[in-house]
């Protein structure tokens, strides 16, 4: 019986024994089933080589491709997009810090780098204040465009790193084949999923790094100041354009003629990066025959290299331009500013310009954020020493002059306390509100008077983030042919939320009688009579 059971399992399908690897095979599957386990196993481990070749790749192709540059507003900006684990946007604008935004799910991360500001877009929104309301419309689609080439472009490259990774390791069409349909299903996958979930209230809701952690005067609140900002700016084109005719009007009720031979110089101060006033400056400049503008500083907010592009309408100017640096201002700033054409940049120095010997002292101080300055943590006698002790080192210098000098500059009104009967003449800014006083007369020497300018800017964003925008201040100083101050127009832009152009005329010195016209003294908040140096604007 045993031999016939034997004889029944050697026998194949026919009943005819089976033999050698023949006899093996027939009954092995009866024995153990391992050939269908093996195939099995096989199957499901070149599956997942086939989706860990597609993952390496799609992050391959990621890191590689997936980066586009594009113009975003005024800026040439940098768009990344990067595998993660969490969804998210950073806005990194260097060197101030980023912005974190939850903008949206999934496994994509965006990073946009702002970079320098485009010469040619800028100027154009320099050379049309309504173009600012437009460049912040087309911001928006600015961005869309270039995120949707964005995403093109890494599935592109994802889909491409692929085939061409599996290809090295299967090579086999098949499976290549397959790698790429999966390479391409994650990466359209993860895209999708990221613009499925965005959440455009992110942008209200951002987290700060870096400098803008502390520097709530320019975060604030954005829509806000956005929106105020092209009301303003909507205001300021229909104003600039009239300059001259307001200046007709107002000069017909004190008739004053300057005498020939008058020299006419623009004081400007604290531009805080506002484009508009560039656009007014010009104008003052050509309606006003001015011969020579001077800045008393704060030309730029945080003296960044992005910045530095703002300074190049100082060369459309084509008058001297003499400036001296702000605490907003840094090196990098003064530097660019050194390299138009029409540029003179002081430093404890004096230079002439159409006739008058100017001597001016930069800020010693380099306070962007005025937060974190030295004069809120609780060091105002070191500050204070370091502003006064460089309106007496100017003073030793002017004292020094081969000439007699006729202006001197400095951007904090302490600093000119030392500089009282060295020169007629000191201008300042830094405070943003226009004041003129007398500096305590010292026996034996010539009376000087301080004039302190607004904000040429209208204090930047910071002008915007109370009830009414900071006015837009200059004033055209008349001097003689002796160099002495006959008289000076202060005119303001804006402010008090209304649309309006003011111009007032102080006569200091009739031209006609030779004598001179006292001047109101007005208090100086934080003046030269002060140890302390003015707030940090």
């Not at 974190?100 to 500001?117: F, I, K, N």
């Not at 299967?170 to 999708?192: E, K, M, Y």
Request: net charge neutral.
């Amino acid at each position: 019986m045993d031999g016939q059971e034997n004889e029944r399992r050697d026998t194949g399908d026919e009943g005819a024994p089976a033999t050698g690897p023949a006899r093996r095979w027939a009954i092995w599957p009866r024995r153990t089933g391992r050939p269908e386990r093996h195939s099995w196993l096989r199957r499901l481990g070149v599956a997942l080589a086939i989706v860990a070749v597609a993952l390496a790749g799609v992050v391959a192709g990621t890191y590689a491709g997936g980066h586009v540059g594009t113009d975003i507003g005024p800026f040439r900006a940098q768009l990344n997009l990067s595998p993660a684990l969490r969804g998210g946007t950073t806005v990194d604008i260097p060197p101030l810090g980023a912005l974190l935004l939850d903008s949206h799910d999934g496994p994509t991360y965006l990073t946009v780098e702002l970079g320098a500001l485009d010469q040619r877009r800028t100027q154009a929104l320099i050379d049309d204040p309504a173009s600012i309301s437009r460049a912040s419309q087309s911001a928006v689609a600015d961005v869309r465009a270039g995120v949707m080439r964005l995403g093109l472009q890494t599935l592109g490259w994802a889909v491409l790193a692929t085939l061409v990774l599996a290809a090295l390791v299967f090579r086999d069409t098949r499976r290549t084949a397959w790698a790429g349909g999966v390479a391409l299903a994650v990466t359209a996958g993860s895209l999708g999923l990221a613009a499925a979930t965005i959440r455009p209230q992110a942008i209200e809701e951002p987290r700060y790094e870096g400098l803008l952690v502390n520097a709530p005067a320019i975060v604030g609140d954005a829509r806000r100041i956005a929106n105020d900002y092209t009301k303003y700016a909507e205001q300021l084109q229909r104003l600039v354009g009239n300059v001259s005719q307001l200046y007709t009007t107002v000069s017909a009720l004190p008739v004053y003629e300057p005498a020939p031979g008058t020299t006419r110089v623009l004081h400007v101060s604290d531009m805080h990066l506002n484009p508009t006033g560039w656009q007014l400056i010009r104008t003052v400049v050509e309606q006003f025959g001015i011969d020579a503008v001077i800045d008393t500083g704060d030309i730029t907010d945080w003296g960044s290299e992005p910045e530095a592009s703002f300074v190049g309408s100082i060369g459309l100017l084509k008058k001297p331009y003499v400036y001296i640096r702000g605490n907003h201002d840094s090196a990098r700033t003064a530097a660019a500013v050194a390299q138009q054409p029409n540029a003179i940049v002081l430093n404890n120095s004096t230079t002439t310009v159409a006739g008058l010997t100017v001597a001016g002292i930069a800020d010693p101080r380099f306070t962007p954020d005025k937060n974190t300055s030295p004069a809120g943590s609780g060091l105002t006698k070191q500050v204070a020493d370091q502003v006064i002790g460089a309106g007496e080192q100017l003073a030793a210098t002017v004292n020094g002059s081969p000439r007699p000098v006729n202006i001197a500059l400095v951007h904090d009104p302490a600093s000119a306390g030392p500089l009282s009967g060295t020169c007629p003449l000191v201008l300042a800014g830094h405070t943003h509100a226009r004041q003129v006083s007398k500096l305590p007369q010292v026996p034996d020497k010539q009376p000087t008077q301080l004039m302190v300018e607004g904000s040429t800017g209208g204090a930047g964003l910071r002008g915007l983030e109370g009830e009414k925008p900071t006015p837009l201040s200059m004033s055209v100083l008349y001097f003689d042919q002796q160099k002495l101050l006959q008289a000076y127009d202060d005119i303001t832009v804006g402010g008090t939320g209304q649309a309006q152009v003011n111009l007032e005329r102080h006569v200091i010195r009739d031209p006609a009688q030779g004598a001179q016209v006292p001047v109101t003294p007005t208090p100086t908040r934080g003046g030269p009579e002060s140890a302390s140096p003015s707030p940090t604007r």
